[in-house]
């Protein structure tokens, strides 16, 4: 009944997204611009640690004229890109979460939507969901199509038993990047898991 499910509602996505793509109208070809190589929880499900792709930064000068934006957000300051290794370390390498929470906090980059997610992500492994939970709509506040904060802010919402607000976090990030990226795959198959189970990512 779940596959079931999530076949209907990523075909009925992607039908009003081809439909609505000027690629499809002007019958061009057009970029999903997934997660791929930017993505510091690729794999976050699977037992491998997810490999860290360092934020860059953003802003006016970093937008390239007719490139379309990618999913993930990034700063480029080497002394933020370090401090962040150094805190994502602390959460992939010691499940240190309480201590990375203030190493990401010390950042002063609290509204960029990586930062965000991987604090919310933390205060998640901690149990505090109320916390998470404000720190995934702070991210998806700033960046509506990071695609990590839809994975995990929807395996939020699978662990509270909201299966369909788990749903529409999939089909979020199927809009945004298709059913092949690793964040789709990812929640998909915890979806797939009976009612209960725990969750291991």
Known sequence: MVTWTIRLVTLGIFAAALLDSPAFSAGGGGGGGGGGGSDPFAGAYSDQKPQPTYPKRSGPKATQKGKKPGNQSSIGDPAFAAGYRAAYDTIYERNDYAAAIEQLKSLGHDDHPN????????????????????????????????????????????EQGNRE??????????????????????????LEKPTGTALVY
């Open 115 to 158: 930062v965000a997610n991987l604090i919310g992500y933390s205060y998640r492994k901690l149990g505090d969901y109320k916390q998470s939970q404000v720190w995934y709509e702070r991210a998806l506040t700033v960046d509506p199509n990071h695609v990590l904060t839809w994975q995990y802010y929807g395996l939020w919402q699978l």
């Open 165 to 190: 607000q788990a749903l529409y976090h999939l089909s979020r990030i199927a809009a945004l990047c298709g059913t092949g990226c690793e964040e789709y795959k990812s929640l998909a198959a915890a």
